[in-house]
Protein backbone atom coordinates (compact mmCIF):
# COMPACT_ATOMS: atom_id res chain seq x y z
CA UNK A 1 0.00 0.00 0.00
CA UNK A 2 1.03 3.16 -0.96
CA UNK A 3 -0.45 6.77 0.72
CA UNK A 4 -0.85 9.43 -1.98
CA UNK A 5 -1.63 13.03 -1.50
CA UNK A 6 -1.23 16.09 -4.43
CA UNK A 7 -0.97 19.56 -4.43
CA UNK A 8 -0.78 22.09 -6.75
CA UNK A 9 -4.25 22.96 -7.97
CA UNK A 10 -6.05 25.96 -8.04
CA UNK A 11 -7.65 28.69 -9.83
CA UNK A 12 -6.25 29.75 -13.23
CA UNK A 13 -7.23 31.88 -16.23
CA UNK A 14 -7.98 30.03 -19.83
CA UNK A 15 -4.39 29.04 -21.47
CA UNK A 16 -2.89 29.30 -18.49
CA UNK A 17 -0.76 26.35 -16.90
CA UNK A 18 -0.46 24.62 -13.75
CA UNK A 19 1.68 21.62 -12.68
CA UNK A 20 -0.05 19.32 -10.08
CA UNK A 21 2.47 16.90 -7.98
CA UNK A 22 1.69 14.14 -6.08
CA UNK A 23 3.93 12.74 -3.11
CA UNK A 24 3.59 9.12 -2.17
CA UNK A 25 4.68 7.29 1.17
CA UNK A 26 6.63 4.66 1.39
CA UNK A 27 9.70 2.58 -0.33
CA UNK A 28 8.08 0.96 -2.85
CA UNK A 29 7.32 3.64 -5.11
CA UNK A 30 9.13 2.95 -8.05
CA UNK A 31 7.17 -0.66 -7.75
CA UNK A 32 3.91 1.33 -9.04
CA UNK A 33 2.29 2.02 -12.38
CA UNK A 34 0.88 5.91 -11.84
CA UNK A 35 -2.14 7.67 -13.42
CA UNK A 36 -4.14 10.64 -12.68
CA UNK A 37 -7.79 10.86 -13.34
CA UNK A 38 -10.66 13.75 -12.89
CA UNK A 39 -13.84 14.39 -11.88
CA UNK A 40 -16.04 16.97 -12.64
CA UNK A 41 -19.38 17.86 -10.64
CA UNK A 42 -21.93 15.40 -11.77
CA UNK A 43 -19.24 13.01 -13.72
CA UNK A 44 -17.88 9.76 -13.72
CA UNK A 45 -13.86 10.16 -13.18
CA UNK A 46 -12.34 9.89 -16.01
CA UNK A 47 -8.76 8.92 -17.02
CA UNK A 48 -6.41 11.41 -17.65
CA UNK A 49 -2.94 10.17 -17.94
CA UNK A 50 -0.86 7.01 -16.60
CA UNK A 51 2.96 6.11 -16.69
CA UNK A 52 5.40 3.39 -15.98
CA UNK A 53 6.98 2.71 -13.23
CA UNK A 54 9.86 3.54 -14.69
CA UNK A 55 8.71 6.50 -16.38
CA UNK A 56 9.78 4.76 -19.52
CA UNK A 57 5.91 4.91 -21.13
CA UNK A 58 2.98 7.29 -20.67
CA UNK A 59 -0.21 7.10 -22.30
CA UNK A 60 -2.72 10.01 -22.41
CA UNK A 61 -6.73 10.74 -22.56
CA UNK A 62 -7.41 11.88 -26.09
CA UNK A 63 -8.73 15.27 -24.42
CA UNK A 64 -5.58 16.55 -23.07
CA UNK A 65 -2.72 14.88 -25.38
CA UNK A 66 -0.49 17.69 -26.66
CA UNK A 67 -1.52 19.62 -23.59
CA UNK A 68 -0.72 17.76 -20.64
CA UNK A 69 2.75 15.90 -19.45
CA UNK A 70 3.04 12.82 -17.06
CA UNK A 71 6.34 12.60 -15.40
CA UNK A 72 7.83 11.20 -11.97
CA UNK A 73 11.04 10.96 -9.54
CA UNK A 74 11.28 7.81 -8.15
CA UNK A 75 13.96 9.27 -6.29
CA UNK A 76 11.28 11.75 -4.92
CA UNK A 77 8.23 9.17 -4.63
CA UNK A 78 6.52 11.86 -6.71
CA UNK A 79 4.58 11.81 -9.73
CA UNK A 80 3.54 15.37 -11.67
CA UNK A 81 1.17 16.66 -14.04
CA UNK A 82 1.96 19.45 -15.86
CA UNK A 83 -0.78 21.20 -17.32
CA UNK A 84 -1.05 23.44 -20.71
CA UNK A 85 -3.48 25.54 -22.57
CA UNK A 86 -5.71 24.92 -20.34
CA UNK A 87 -9.58 25.42 -20.74
CA UNK A 88 -12.92 25.40 -18.53
CA UNK A 89 -13.58 22.01 -19.57
CA UNK A 90 -10.77 20.93 -17.62
CA UNK A 91 -11.72 22.11 -14.51
CA UNK A 92 -12.32 19.12 -11.71
CA UNK A 93 -11.04 17.35 -8.72
CA UNK A 94 -7.38 15.61 -9.53
CA UNK A 95 -6.64 12.05 -8.48
CA UNK A 96 -3.58 10.37 -8.55
CA UNK A 97 -3.61 6.71 -8.32
CA UNK A 98 -1.17 4.17 -7.72
CA UNK A 99 -1.34 0.80 -9.27
CA UNK A 100 1.07 -2.56 -8.47
CA UNK A 101 -0.46 -4.84 -10.97
CA UNK A 102 -1.35 -3.03 -14.44
CA UNK A 103 0.53 -0.69 -16.13
CA UNK A 104 -1.00 2.22 -18.44
CA UNK A 105 -4.56 1.15 -17.53
CA UNK A 106 -7.46 3.72 -17.94
CA UNK A 107 -9.68 1.82 -15.69
CA UNK A 108 -10.29 3.45 -11.87
CA UNK A 109 -11.04 -0.40 -10.68
CA UNK A 110 -7.11 -1.09 -11.66
CA UNK A 111 -5.53 1.27 -9.38
CA UNK A 112 -5.03 0.24 -5.96
CA UNK A 113 -4.25 3.31 -3.99
CA UNK A 114 -6.11 6.74 -4.03
CA UNK A 115 -5.01 10.27 -3.00
CA UNK A 116 -8.05 12.51 -1.86
CA UNK A 117 -7.33 14.85 -4.87
CA UNK A 118 -6.98 18.95 -5.62
CA UNK A 119 -9.55 21.03 -7.35
CA UNK A 120 -8.44 22.55 -10.67
CA UNK A 121 -10.73 25.44 -11.82
CA UNK A 122 -10.37 26.76 -15.31
CA UNK A 123 -11.83 30.12 -15.40
CA UNK A 124 -13.19 31.40 -19.18
Do not use: H
Amino acid sequence: QVQLVESGGGLVQAGGSLRLSCAASGRTFSRYAMGWFRQAPGQAREFVAAITNSGSSTRYADSVKGRFTISRDNAKNTVYLQMNSLKPEDTAVYYCAASAGFILSTLTARYDDWGPGTQVTVAS
